[in-house]
């Protein structure tokens, strides 16, 4: 079983988890859009330049690091420093960031965690409640691209409890390099290369990249009986493996008369799902996104069998034996 990050700290707020895959229908399909995770109580911490430790070996980008024990003593406030500075898209709180890191104790030398031996970034959203609150103060405002380097008092990583599986006391102070691979807002979309799309028996969909919602044209004509999983717009990244969680934009609609019952685009949040437990909801939809390329626009038409069956979510358009249409955006995996 993959191991989970210590660093993520809950479900994120701004996440439509399309694993219950929820009827949409009363309100035109779109999802309503949640409130931003709520401010924290205490005003933000100071920030300062150090003291950090020496970065020894591995000090390119994407290299993992060798860091040196703490220097003496911490200092009480959020030390960060920018390594290497990046060009990319500025990291805003809210976003989702994909990076690479490294964690070890300040007075050790220790490592608890790290991405690079797992060989899988990690995918999470810089808000409150969903990551410790030394990452969401240090990162905001930098540029993907950069390497960055942190020290996390107790107060703003896991507090007087620490974690002690990872043998992390509620005194020590943590120090993180992070590589920032790339971010993610609720109006990102794929920016693959445009697909041809020829069979006249398969739903059209827009190729805009705007993060608005693709427009989706059903055929009047029956559904295919077999699973359809086509670029529509193909990527450059990795394929996604059926262990993997995806980061998405998506939609879903019924075949017959085209009408949507759940989407993010325009809603204000992303979707993030395992593939593993997307094959429990709706088969297809894993099946079908297993093997294609992050940075793609994919369709996907799922037969009954593969979908709901003979058991759809209540009160909503999806009937029993419905065939679903899904455009998914694949915007990281981890």
């Known amino acids: 079983m993959r191991r989970r990050s210590l660093l993520l700290a809950a479900v994120p707020a701004g996440l439509v988890t399309l694993a219950a895959c929820g009827d949409d229908s009363s309100d035109s399909g779109k999802t309503s859009a949640s409130p931003s995770p709520s401010a924290s109580a205490a005003p933000p911490p ?63 030398a220790k490592v608890f965690d ?46 007087k409890s620490g974690q002690p599986d990872a043998g992390i006391k509620g005194t020590d102070t943590l120090v993180f390099v992070i590589d920032l691979i790339d971010s993610f807002n609720s109006k990102s979309s794929a920016k693959g290369k445009p697909v041809a799309q020829n069979d006249s028996a398969l739903p059209k969909v827009a190729t805009n990249t705007d993060g608005q919602v693709p427009k989706v044209t059903v055929p009047k004509s029956d559904p295919p009986k077999k699973l359809v999983s086509e670029y529509v717009l193909e990527g450059d990244g990795p394929e996604l493996k059926a262990d993997q969680t995806v980061l998405c934009q998506f939609q879903g609609l019924v075949w017959e008369g085209g009408k949507t019952f759940q989407r993010t685009y325009g809603s204000g949040r992303l979707s993030q799902f395992a593939l593993e437990q997307m094959q429990q909801a709706v088969k297809g939809l894993a099946q079908g996104l297993t093997g294609k390329k992050v940075g793609s626009r994919v369709l996907i038409v799922v037969p009954p069998e593969l979908g709901y069956g003979d058991n759809p979510p209540s009160g909503g358009v999806i009937r029993k034996g419905s065939t679903l249409v899904f455009t998914v955006d694949i915007l990281a995996a981890m």
């Open 114 to 159: 790290n991405s690079y031996d797992r060989n899988r970034a990690l995918v999470m959203q810089l808000a409150q409640g969903s990551i410790i609150d030394g990452w969401r103060y240090a990162l905001a405002g930098k540029r993907t691209g950069s390497r960055v380097q942190i020290a996390v008092p107790p107060a703003l990583g896991y507090g």
């Open 46 to 108: 100071k920030i300062v330049d150090g003291p950090l430790p020496a970065v020894t070996s591995g000090t390119k980008f994407g290299e993992k690091p060798v860091i040196a024990k703490g220097p003496g003593d911490p200092s009480k406030n959020l030390a960060v420093k920018t390594l290497i500075p990046g060009s990319g898209r500025t990291v805003a709180e809210n976003d989702f960031v994909q990076a690479s890191y490294l964690g070890q104790i300040w007075d050790t």
